[in-house]
Protein backbone atom coordinates (compact mmCIF):
# COMPACT_ATOMS: atom_id res chain seq x y z
CA UNK A 1 0.00 0.00 0.00
CA UNK A 2 3.30 2.99 1.15
CA UNK A 3 4.77 1.18 -2.28
CA UNK A 4 1.76 2.72 -4.15
CA UNK A 5 1.16 5.73 -2.98
CA UNK A 6 4.96 6.78 -2.87
CA UNK A 7 4.14 5.47 -6.82
CA UNK A 8 1.36 7.56 -6.82
CA UNK A 9 3.14 10.60 -5.50
CA UNK A 10 5.76 10.33 -8.49
CA UNK A 11 3.42 10.97 -10.90
CA UNK A 12 3.72 14.98 -11.54
CA UNK A 13 -0.17 15.06 -12.29
CA UNK A 14 -1.72 12.59 -9.54
CA UNK A 15 1.02 15.08 -6.92
CA UNK A 16 -0.45 18.39 -8.48
CA UNK A 17 -4.13 17.44 -7.68
CA UNK A 18 -3.47 15.82 -4.87
CA UNK A 19 -1.91 19.42 -3.29
CA UNK A 20 -4.85 20.89 -4.60
CA UNK A 21 -7.40 19.01 -3.71
CA UNK A 22 -5.99 18.82 0.13
CA UNK A 23 -5.00 22.32 -0.20
CA UNK A 24 -8.18 23.76 -0.89
CA UNK A 25 -9.72 21.59 2.08
CA UNK A 26 -7.30 23.04 4.22
CA UNK A 27 -8.39 25.87 3.35
CA UNK A 28 -11.75 25.71 4.39
CA UNK A 29 -10.41 25.47 8.26
CA UNK A 30 -11.89 28.36 10.28
CA UNK A 31 -9.71 30.36 12.19
CA UNK A 32 -11.57 32.17 15.05
CA UNK A 33 -14.37 32.15 12.17
CA UNK A 34 -12.52 32.80 9.09
CA UNK A 35 -11.29 30.47 6.38
CA UNK A 36 -7.66 30.70 5.56
CA UNK A 37 -8.47 30.80 2.26
CA UNK A 38 -7.12 28.37 -0.53
CA UNK A 39 -4.73 29.88 -1.69
CA UNK A 40 -2.95 29.91 1.77
CA UNK A 41 -4.40 26.12 2.04
CA UNK A 42 -2.74 25.13 -0.99
CA UNK A 43 1.05 27.14 -0.07
CA UNK A 44 0.64 25.21 3.27
CA UNK A 45 0.22 21.71 1.61
CA UNK A 46 2.73 22.43 -0.99
CA UNK A 47 5.80 23.22 1.85
CA UNK A 48 4.78 19.91 3.17
CA UNK A 49 4.99 17.90 0.18
CA UNK A 50 8.06 20.01 -0.77
CA UNK A 51 9.50 19.34 2.63
CA UNK A 52 9.53 15.31 1.43
CA UNK A 53 11.21 16.01 -1.62
CA UNK A 54 7.75 15.92 -4.07
CA UNK A 55 8.56 18.66 -6.03
CA UNK A 56 6.58 19.48 -8.78
CA UNK A 57 7.77 20.59 -12.62
CA UNK A 58 8.79 24.06 -12.66
CA UNK A 59 6.67 24.67 -16.19
CA UNK A 60 3.47 24.10 -13.91
CA UNK A 61 4.07 27.02 -11.64
CA UNK A 62 5.13 28.85 -14.92
CA UNK A 63 2.12 28.36 -16.21
CA UNK A 64 0.10 28.86 -12.85
CA UNK A 65 1.64 32.67 -13.09
CA UNK A 66 1.38 33.42 -16.64
CA UNK A 67 -2.74 32.61 -15.91
CA UNK A 68 -2.54 34.99 -13.27
CA UNK A 69 -0.65 37.77 -13.93
CA UNK A 70 -2.52 38.41 -17.19
CA UNK A 71 -6.17 37.83 -15.81
CA UNK A 72 -5.22 39.76 -13.08
CA UNK A 73 -4.86 43.16 -15.48
CA UNK A 74 -7.34 42.00 -17.74
CA UNK A 75 -9.99 42.40 -14.70
CA UNK A 76 -8.52 45.82 -14.06
CA UNK A 77 -8.59 47.10 -17.68
CA UNK A 78 -11.77 48.51 -17.49
CA UNK A 79 -11.89 50.40 -14.21
CA UNK A 80 -7.85 51.37 -14.72
CA UNK A 81 -7.83 54.04 -16.99
CA UNK A 82 -11.44 55.46 -15.87
CA UNK A 83 -10.51 55.64 -12.87
CA UNK A 84 -8.75 58.55 -13.40
CA UNK A 85 -11.61 61.06 -14.05
CA UNK A 86 -13.50 62.52 -10.92
CA UNK A 87 -12.09 61.22 -7.99
CA UNK A 88 -9.52 59.04 -9.91
CA UNK A 89 -7.03 61.21 -8.67
CA UNK A 90 -7.39 60.53 -4.70
CA UNK A 91 -8.06 56.83 -5.40
CA UNK A 92 -4.70 56.43 -6.79
CA UNK A 93 -3.24 58.37 -3.94
CA UNK A 94 -4.45 56.22 -1.77
CA UNK A 95 -3.39 53.14 -3.62
CA UNK A 96 -0.06 54.39 -4.00
CA UNK A 97 -0.14 55.45 -0.12
CA UNK A 98 -0.99 51.87 0.93
CA UNK A 99 1.67 50.78 -1.13
CA UNK A 100 4.76 52.69 0.16
CA UNK A 101 3.66 52.41 3.70
CA UNK A 102 3.90 48.85 3.65
CA UNK A 103 7.30 48.84 1.63
CA UNK A 104 8.71 51.32 4.59
CA UNK A 105 7.35 49.55 7.27
CA UNK A 106 8.85 46.15 5.59
CA UNK A 107 12.25 47.56 4.95
CA UNK A 108 12.53 49.25 8.45
CA UNK A 109 11.82 45.56 10.01
CA UNK A 110 14.48 43.84 7.91
CA UNK A 111 16.97 46.64 8.91
CA UNK A 112 15.66 45.72 12.88
CA UNK A 113 15.12 42.18 12.58
CA UNK A 114 18.58 41.22 9.87
CA UNK A 115 16.13 39.63 7.49
CA UNK A 116 17.32 39.10 3.80
CA UNK A 117 15.61 41.85 1.76
CA UNK A 118 15.02 39.68 -1.13
CA UNK A 119 12.33 38.32 0.44
CA UNK A 120 10.32 41.04 1.74
CA UNK A 121 7.87 40.37 -1.48
CA UNK A 122 6.48 37.55 0.05
CA UNK A 123 6.30 39.46 3.44
CA UNK A 124 3.99 41.94 1.73
CA UNK A 125 2.60 39.52 -0.30
CA UNK A 126 1.14 37.50 3.15
CA UNK A 127 0.65 40.96 5.03
CA UNK A 128 -1.66 42.54 2.76
CA UNK A 129 -3.02 39.23 1.27
CA UNK A 130 -1.37 40.16 -2.06
CA UNK A 131 -0.41 36.87 -3.74
CA UNK A 132 0.13 38.96 -6.61
CA UNK A 133 3.42 40.77 -4.90
CA UNK A 134 4.59 37.25 -4.69
CA UNK A 135 3.73 36.65 -7.91
CA UNK A 136 5.88 39.53 -9.48
CA UNK A 137 8.95 38.92 -8.15
CA UNK A 138 9.21 35.07 -8.54
CA UNK A 139 11.02 35.24 -12.02
CA UNK A 140 13.76 37.73 -9.83
CA UNK A 141 14.20 35.60 -7.22
CA UNK A 142 15.06 32.20 -6.56
CA UNK A 143 15.16 32.46 -2.42
CA UNK A 144 12.90 29.36 -1.38
CA UNK A 145 12.82 31.52 2.20
CA UNK A 146 10.27 34.30 0.10
CA UNK A 147 7.59 31.72 -0.75
CA UNK A 148 8.08 30.11 3.29
CA UNK A 149 7.69 34.22 4.18
CA UNK A 150 4.40 34.39 2.29
CA UNK A 151 2.81 31.44 4.18
CA UNK A 152 4.13 32.64 7.75
CA UNK A 153 2.76 36.60 7.03
CA UNK A 154 -0.38 35.48 5.31
CA UNK A 155 -2.89 34.29 8.32
CA UNK A 156 -2.21 37.47 10.32
CA UNK A 157 -2.17 39.62 6.58
CA UNK A 158 -6.15 37.81 6.59
CA UNK A 159 -7.39 37.27 9.72
CA UNK A 160 -5.36 39.84 11.51
CA UNK A 161 -7.10 42.42 8.77
CA UNK A 162 -10.41 41.52 9.80
CA UNK A 163 -10.11 41.95 12.98
CA UNK A 164 -8.41 45.00 12.96
CA UNK A 165 -11.33 46.10 10.47
CA UNK A 166 -14.35 45.09 12.74
CA UNK A 167 -13.10 46.44 15.71
CA UNK A 168 -11.58 49.70 14.46
CA UNK A 169 -14.45 51.76 14.54
CA UNK A 170 -15.43 51.19 17.84
CA UNK A 171 -12.26 51.95 19.32
CA UNK A 172 -12.10 54.85 17.34
CA UNK A 173 -15.47 55.67 18.25
CA UNK A 174 -16.76 55.76 14.84
CA UNK A 175 -20.69 55.15 14.05
CA UNK A 176 -20.67 54.39 10.40
CA UNK A 177 -23.68 53.13 10.38
CA UNK A 178 -24.98 57.06 11.19
CA UNK A 179 -22.62 58.56 8.95
CA UNK A 180 -23.89 56.10 5.73
CA UNK A 181 -27.07 57.72 7.13
CA UNK A 182 -26.23 61.08 6.36
CA UNK A 183 -25.23 60.54 2.93
CA UNK A 184 -27.87 61.40 0.77
CA UNK A 185 -26.91 58.98 -2.38
CA UNK A 186 -26.98 56.15 -0.20
CA UNK A 187 -28.64 53.55 -2.49
CA UNK A 188 -28.30 49.90 -0.79
CA UNK A 189 -27.29 46.99 -3.77
CA UNK A 190 -26.94 43.78 -3.97
CA UNK A 191 -23.09 43.07 -2.64
CA UNK A 192 -22.43 39.43 -4.44
CA UNK A 193 -21.84 38.93 -8.64
CA UNK A 194 -23.56 35.22 -8.05
CA UNK A 195 -26.39 36.18 -6.46
CA UNK A 196 -28.84 35.53 -9.12
CA UNK A 197 -31.93 38.23 -10.13
CA UNK A 198 -35.30 36.97 -9.67
CA UNK A 199 -38.76 37.74 -10.72
CA UNK A 200 -41.77 38.41 -8.75
CA UNK A 201 -45.18 39.85 -8.41
CA UNK A 202 -47.20 41.49 -6.01
CA UNK A 203 -50.39 43.19 -5.09
CA UNK A 204 -50.61 46.36 -4.08
CA UNK A 205 -52.57 46.17 -0.61
CA UNK A 206 -50.53 48.98 1.46
CA UNK A 207 -52.80 52.41 1.74
CA UNK A 208 -49.31 54.06 2.38
CA UNK A 209 -48.21 53.75 -0.77
CA UNK A 210 -51.18 54.39 -3.15
CA UNK A 211 -50.97 57.46 -5.04
CA UNK A 212 -47.36 58.44 -4.03
CA UNK A 213 -44.60 58.93 -6.99
CA UNK A 214 -42.12 55.96 -7.19
CA UNK A 215 -39.74 58.69 -6.92
CA UNK A 216 -40.57 59.48 -3.10
CA UNK A 217 -41.26 55.75 -2.28
CA UNK A 218 -37.48 55.40 -2.54
CA UNK A 219 -37.83 51.49 -2.79
CA UNK A 220 -34.54 50.85 -3.74
CA UNK A 221 -33.20 52.72 -1.09
CA UNK A 222 -34.97 50.56 1.77
CA UNK A 223 -35.06 46.88 0.00
CA UNK A 224 -32.49 47.15 -2.61
CA UNK A 225 -34.73 46.64 -5.42
CA UNK A 226 -37.37 48.26 -7.83
CA UNK A 227 -40.39 48.17 -9.65
CA UNK A 228 -40.09 47.42 -13.07
CA UNK A 229 -43.71 47.23 -14.23
CA UNK A 230 -46.94 47.83 -13.16
CA UNK A 231 -49.95 46.18 -14.45
CA UNK A 232 -53.81 47.97 -13.84
CA UNK A 233 -56.12 46.18 -15.19
CA UNK A 234 -56.01 44.65 -18.33
CA UNK A 235 -53.28 47.54 -18.86
CA UNK A 236 -49.52 46.77 -18.48
CA UNK A 237 -47.27 49.56 -18.47
CA UNK A 238 -43.50 49.96 -17.67
CA UNK A 239 -42.57 52.13 -14.35
CA UNK A 240 -41.04 55.28 -14.22
CA UNK A 241 -40.28 57.90 -11.90
CA UNK A 242 -43.48 59.86 -11.70
CA UNK A 243 -45.66 56.19 -11.68
CA UNK A 244 -48.32 56.57 -9.11
CA UNK A 245 -49.35 53.10 -7.25
CA UNK A 246 -53.19 52.03 -7.19
CA UNK A 247 -55.20 49.62 -4.68
CA UNK A 248 -54.89 46.38 -5.91
CA UNK A 249 -52.57 46.88 -8.47
CA UNK A 250 -49.73 44.40 -9.55
CA UNK A 251 -46.32 45.26 -10.01
CA UNK A 252 -43.52 43.28 -11.18
CA UNK A 253 -40.41 43.15 -9.31
CA UNK A 254 -36.76 42.32 -10.06
CA UNK A 255 -34.13 41.60 -7.57
CA UNK A 256 -32.32 39.17 -5.31
CA UNK A 257 -34.98 36.75 -2.63
CA UNK A 258 -34.58 38.67 0.43
CA UNK A 259 -34.61 42.08 -1.59
CA UNK A 260 -38.09 41.03 -2.91
CA UNK A 261 -39.41 39.63 0.34
CA UNK A 262 -38.92 42.73 1.84
CA UNK A 263 -40.16 44.54 -1.16
CA UNK A 264 -43.10 42.44 -0.57
CA UNK A 265 -43.72 43.46 2.80
CA UNK A 266 -43.98 47.04 1.77
CA UNK A 267 -46.22 46.56 -0.68
CA UNK A 268 -48.59 43.57 -0.58
CA UNK A 269 -49.18 40.14 -0.83
CA UNK A 270 -47.32 38.02 -3.40
CA UNK A 271 -49.66 36.93 -6.40
CA UNK A 272 -49.55 34.63 -9.74
CA UNK A 273 -50.05 36.95 -12.72
CA UNK A 274 -48.49 35.08 -15.71
CA UNK A 275 -49.69 38.29 -18.19
CA UNK A 276 -47.95 40.41 -16.72
CA UNK A 277 -44.63 37.97 -16.45
CA UNK A 278 -45.39 37.28 -20.24
CA UNK A 279 -46.27 40.62 -21.26
CA UNK A 280 -43.03 40.64 -23.45
CA UNK A 281 -41.03 42.52 -20.85
CA UNK A 282 -37.03 40.87 -21.17
CA UNK A 283 -33.79 41.65 -19.11
CA UNK A 284 -30.34 41.82 -20.37
CA UNK A 285 -27.17 42.58 -19.15
CA UNK A 286 -25.27 45.40 -21.08
CA UNK A 287 -21.88 46.22 -21.16
CA UNK A 288 -21.09 50.21 -20.84
CA UNK A 289 -18.68 50.74 -24.37
CA UNK A 290 -19.72 53.77 -26.18
CA UNK A 291 -17.73 56.54 -25.30
CA UNK A 292 -20.82 59.16 -24.99
CA UNK A 293 -22.25 57.37 -22.23
CA UNK A 294 -19.20 57.58 -20.39
CA UNK A 295 -19.19 60.05 -16.83
CA UNK A 296 -22.47 60.58 -17.21
CA UNK A 297 -25.56 60.49 -14.72
CA UNK A 298 -28.01 57.99 -15.46
CA UNK A 299 -30.55 61.53 -14.60
CA UNK A 300 -28.51 62.63 -17.94
CA UNK A 301 -28.76 59.50 -19.80
CA UNK A 302 -32.50 59.43 -19.80
CA UNK A 303 -32.84 55.48 -20.21
CA UNK A 304 -36.37 54.88 -19.20
CA UNK A 305 -38.02 58.76 -20.63
CA UNK A 306 -36.39 58.21 -23.77
CA UNK A 307 -35.84 54.90 -24.18
CA UNK A 308 -38.77 53.20 -22.16
CA UNK A 309 -36.58 50.58 -19.98
CA UNK A 310 -35.60 50.35 -16.62
CA UNK A 311 -31.82 50.07 -15.11
CA UNK A 312 -32.37 47.56 -12.41
CA UNK A 313 -28.30 46.65 -11.50
CA UNK A 314 -24.94 48.24 -12.17
CA UNK A 315 -21.73 46.65 -11.60
CA UNK A 316 -18.67 47.68 -11.60
CA UNK A 317 -15.38 45.81 -11.28
CA UNK A 318 -17.71 42.61 -10.50
CA UNK A 319 -19.12 44.80 -7.60
CA UNK A 320 -22.40 46.09 -7.19
CA UNK A 321 -22.59 49.53 -6.81
CA UNK A 322 -25.45 51.85 -5.20
CA UNK A 323 -27.77 52.99 -8.65
CA UNK A 324 -29.34 56.47 -7.95
CA UNK A 325 -29.73 59.18 -10.62
CA UNK A 326 -26.33 61.04 -9.72
CA UNK A 327 -24.78 57.85 -10.20
CA UNK A 328 -22.34 58.17 -13.66
CA UNK A 329 -21.52 55.43 -15.82
CA UNK A 330 -17.71 54.32 -16.59
CA UNK A 331 -15.87 52.48 -19.45
CA UNK A 332 -16.65 48.26 -18.94
CA UNK A 333 -19.80 49.18 -16.22
CA UNK A 334 -22.27 46.56 -16.46
CA UNK A 335 -25.88 47.31 -16.49
CA UNK A 336 -28.95 45.16 -16.05
CA UNK A 337 -31.82 46.55 -18.22
CA UNK A 338 -35.82 45.81 -18.22
CA UNK A 339 -37.80 46.36 -20.86
CA UNK A 340 -40.09 45.24 -23.90
CA UNK A 341 -37.10 43.49 -26.71
CA UNK A 342 -37.82 46.70 -29.14
CA UNK A 343 -37.05 49.07 -26.63
CA UNK A 344 -33.93 47.25 -25.07
CA UNK A 345 -32.67 46.96 -28.46
CA UNK A 346 -32.54 51.31 -28.54
CA UNK A 347 -31.10 51.39 -25.20
CA UNK A 348 -28.15 48.52 -26.20
CA UNK A 349 -27.29 50.35 -29.22
CA UNK A 350 -27.16 53.22 -27.06
CA UNK A 351 -24.67 52.53 -24.06
CA UNK A 352 -22.55 49.53 -25.94
CA UNK A 353 -23.25 45.85 -26.33
CA UNK A 354 -25.52 43.25 -24.92
CA UNK A 355 -23.96 40.61 -22.85
CA UNK A 356 -26.27 37.76 -24.09
CA UNK A 357 -23.82 35.16 -24.44
CA UNK A 358 -22.65 35.18 -21.10
CA UNK A 359 -20.51 31.49 -21.57
CA UNK A 360 -18.87 32.83 -24.76
CA UNK A 361 -15.03 33.14 -24.16
CA UNK A 362 -12.89 35.43 -27.32
CA UNK A 363 -10.04 32.41 -26.96
CA UNK A 364 -8.08 34.20 -30.04
CA UNK A 365 -7.74 37.56 -28.44
CA UNK A 366 -6.71 36.08 -24.61
CA UNK A 367 -4.50 33.63 -26.11
CA UNK A 368 -2.94 36.23 -28.31
CA UNK A 369 -2.75 38.74 -25.54
CA UNK A 370 -0.51 36.36 -23.75
CA UNK A 371 1.56 35.75 -26.34
CA UNK A 372 2.19 39.59 -26.60
CA UNK A 373 2.79 40.43 -22.81
CA UNK A 374 5.82 37.90 -22.99
CA UNK A 375 7.10 39.58 -25.95
CA UNK A 376 6.40 42.80 -24.16
CA UNK A 377 8.19 41.43 -21.18
CA UNK A 378 11.69 40.80 -23.49
CA UNK A 379 11.74 44.04 -24.95
CA UNK A 380 14.95 46.32 -23.34
CA UNK A 381 13.69 48.98 -22.72
CA UNK A 382 16.45 52.23 -23.26
CA UNK A 383 15.25 54.56 -20.11
CA UNK A 384 15.54 51.53 -18.09
CA UNK A 385 18.01 49.21 -19.70
CA UNK A 386 16.53 46.35 -18.64
CA UNK A 387 13.04 44.14 -19.51
CA UNK A 388 9.97 44.76 -17.52
CA UNK A 389 9.88 40.28 -17.69
CA UNK A 390 6.68 38.41 -18.19
CA UNK A 391 4.89 40.26 -14.79
CA UNK A 392 4.72 43.21 -16.19
CA UNK A 393 4.73 42.33 -19.56
CA UNK A 394 1.63 40.08 -19.02
CA UNK A 395 -0.50 42.86 -17.01
CA UNK A 396 0.17 45.51 -19.42
CA UNK A 397 -1.25 43.86 -22.03
CA UNK A 398 -3.71 42.28 -19.70
CA UNK A 399 -4.70 45.75 -18.77
CA UNK A 400 -4.79 47.07 -21.91
CA UNK A 401 -7.42 44.10 -23.83
CA UNK A 402 -9.19 44.37 -20.81
CA UNK A 403 -10.27 47.98 -21.02
CA UNK A 404 -10.37 48.39 -25.28
CA UNK A 405 -12.08 44.67 -25.37
CA UNK A 406 -13.56 44.89 -28.98
CA UNK A 407 -11.18 44.23 -32.47
CA UNK A 408 -13.30 44.21 -35.03
CA UNK A 409 -14.90 40.81 -35.87
CA UNK A 410 -13.13 39.97 -32.03
CA UNK A 411 -15.10 40.53 -29.11
CA UNK A 412 -12.22 40.36 -26.56
CA UNK A 413 -14.82 38.77 -24.59
CA UNK A 414 -14.55 36.83 -21.22
CA UNK A 415 -17.45 36.37 -19.10
CA UNK A 416 -16.59 37.21 -15.54
CA UNK A 417 -16.77 33.68 -13.99
CA UNK A 418 -14.06 32.42 -16.74
CA UNK A 419 -11.65 34.85 -16.07
CA UNK A 420 -12.48 34.11 -12.04
CA UNK A 421 -11.33 30.91 -12.47
CA UNK A 422 -8.71 31.50 -14.16
CA UNK A 423 -6.79 33.98 -11.86
CA UNK A 424 -7.98 31.84 -8.88
CA UNK A 425 -6.69 28.32 -10.84
CA UNK A 426 -3.48 30.10 -12.11
CA UNK A 427 -2.60 31.53 -8.73
CA UNK A 428 -2.74 27.70 -7.09
CA UNK A 429 -0.95 25.83 -10.28
CA UNK A 430 1.92 28.73 -9.16
CA UNK A 431 1.72 28.45 -5.15
CA UNK A 432 1.61 24.46 -5.76
CA UNK A 433 4.94 24.84 -7.91
CA UNK A 434 6.35 27.00 -5.84
CA UNK A 435 5.37 25.62 -2.56
CA UNK A 436 6.80 22.36 -3.19
CA UNK A 437 10.81 23.79 -4.44
CA UNK A 438 10.47 26.23 -1.49
CA UNK A 439 9.50 23.11 0.78
CA UNK A 440 13.05 22.05 1.26
CA UNK A 441 14.41 24.37 3.62
CA UNK A 442 11.14 24.59 5.13
CA UNK A 443 12.31 23.82 8.68
CA UNK A 444 16.00 25.56 8.16
CA UNK A 445 14.42 28.79 7.54
CA UNK A 446 11.34 28.39 9.85
CA UNK A 447 13.77 28.20 12.85
CA UNK A 448 16.48 31.10 11.63
CA UNK A 449 13.39 33.44 10.57
CA UNK A 450 10.19 32.25 11.91
CA UNK A 451 9.17 34.53 14.54
CA UNK A 452 11.21 37.94 12.66
CA UNK A 453 9.15 37.56 9.53
CA UNK A 454 5.57 37.06 11.49
CA UNK A 455 6.52 40.12 13.67
CA UNK A 456 7.24 41.86 10.67
CA UNK A 457 3.76 40.87 8.64
CA UNK A 458 1.74 41.85 11.77
CA UNK A 459 3.65 45.34 12.06
CA UNK A 460 3.28 45.93 7.81
CA UNK A 461 -0.25 45.14 8.23
CA UNK A 462 -1.48 46.87 11.40
CA UNK A 463 0.41 49.77 10.70
CA UNK A 464 -0.72 49.79 6.79
CA UNK A 465 -4.26 49.90 7.82
CA UNK A 466 -4.09 52.13 10.47
CA UNK A 467 -1.83 54.57 8.47
CA UNK A 468 -4.25 54.39 5.29
CA UNK A 469 -7.51 55.39 6.67
CA UNK A 470 -5.95 58.03 8.13
CA UNK A 471 -4.67 59.34 5.23
CA UNK A 472 -8.02 58.99 3.83
CA UNK A 473 -10.33 60.48 6.41
CA UNK A 474 -7.48 63.63 6.86
CA UNK A 475 -5.55 63.96 3.70
CA UNK A 476 -7.76 62.87 1.04
CA UNK A 477 -11.17 63.76 3.35
CA UNK A 478 -13.11 60.93 2.36
CA UNK A 479 -15.44 60.18 4.78
CA UNK A 480 -15.17 57.29 7.32
CA UNK A 481 -17.19 55.07 5.11
CA UNK A 482 -14.84 55.82 2.24
CA UNK A 483 -12.12 55.85 4.24
CA UNK A 484 -12.86 52.53 5.43
CA UNK A 485 -13.67 51.41 1.90
CA UNK A 486 -11.02 52.94 -0.10
CA UNK A 487 -8.58 51.28 2.88
CA UNK A 488 -9.77 47.86 2.13
CA UNK A 489 -9.34 48.43 -1.60
CA UNK A 490 -5.97 49.31 -0.96
CA UNK A 491 -5.64 45.99 0.32
CA UNK A 492 -7.56 44.26 -2.07
CA UNK A 493 -9.75 42.59 0.42
CA UNK A 494 -13.11 42.11 -0.65
CA UNK A 495 -14.14 39.93 2.54
CA UNK A 496 -12.94 43.02 4.99
CA UNK A 497 -15.39 45.50 2.72
CA UNK A 498 -17.65 43.18 3.83
CA UNK A 499 -17.36 43.49 7.39
CA UNK A 500 -17.84 47.53 6.31
CA UNK A 501 -20.86 47.12 4.70
CA UNK A 502 -22.42 44.88 7.68
CA UNK A 503 -21.03 47.10 9.75
CA UNK A 504 -23.13 50.51 7.94
CA UNK A 505 -25.91 48.73 7.05
CA UNK A 506 -25.42 50.06 3.67
CA UNK A 507 -23.40 49.87 0.97
CA UNK A 508 -21.71 53.55 0.41
CA UNK A 509 -18.20 51.86 0.82
CA UNK A 510 -18.04 50.13 -2.07
CA UNK A 511 -18.05 53.19 -4.01
CA UNK A 512 -14.20 53.95 -2.61
CA UNK A 513 -13.79 49.94 -2.71
CA UNK A 514 -14.00 49.55 -6.19
CA UNK A 515 -12.57 52.94 -6.82
CA UNK A 516 -9.27 52.63 -5.05
CA UNK A 517 -9.10 49.05 -5.79
CA UNK A 518 -8.17 49.11 -10.09
CA UNK A 519 -4.88 50.66 -8.63
CA UNK A 520 -3.47 49.03 -5.73
CA UNK A 521 -4.50 45.89 -7.83
CA UNK A 522 -1.55 46.82 -9.98
CA UNK A 523 0.73 48.95 -8.16
CA UNK A 524 0.96 46.17 -6.12
CA UNK A 525 1.65 43.79 -7.98
CA UNK A 526 4.79 46.06 -9.62
CA UNK A 527 5.72 46.35 -5.92
CA UNK A 528 6.75 42.50 -5.84
CA UNK A 529 9.64 43.52 -8.77
CA UNK A 530 10.22 46.95 -7.08
CA UNK A 531 10.80 45.57 -3.52
CA UNK A 532 13.34 43.12 -5.42
CA UNK A 533 15.02 46.05 -7.35
CA UNK A 534 15.85 47.97 -4.61
CA UNK A 535 17.17 44.57 -2.36
CA UNK A 536 20.03 44.16 -4.84
CA UNK A 537 20.54 48.07 -4.67
CA UNK A 538 21.00 48.01 -1.10
Known amino acids: MISFFTQLLENDLALLFIILSLGCLAGRLRVAGVELSAAGGVLFVALVFGHFDFVLPGEISSFGFAFFIYAIGFGAGPRFFQAFRRNGVRYGLVALFVALVAAAVAMTCAALFDLPTLILPGVLGGALTSTSTLAAAYELVSDP????????????????????????PGLLHIDLKKEAEQVSELRPEPEEEENVSQRRVYQVQNPGIIGVPL?????????????????????????????????????????????????????????????ITEEGNETVR????????????????????DFGVILTRLQRAAIDVPVNPDMRLERGDIVTLAGPPAKLRRAIDFLGRAERKIFETDIFTFSAGLVLGIVLGRIEWPLIHTSIGNAGGLLFMGI??????????????????????????????????????????????????????????????????????????????FDWNTSFGATTGGVTSTVALKLVTAASESQYAVLGYAGVYAFANILLTLLGQLMVSLARLF
Open 400 to 477: TLGYLRNFGPFSGRVPVAARFILQELGLLLFLAGVGTSAGGGLVENLGRFGLSIFLTGVLVTTITLLASLLFCRYVVK
Open 145 to 168: LLYVAYGITYPFGLIGLLFLVQFL
Open 215 to 275: RDLQLRQWTGTGIVTIKRGNRVMIANADSKLEHLDHVLAEGRLDQLLELGEFIGPEVVDEE
Open 286 to 305: VVVTLGHAFNRSLRELRLTP
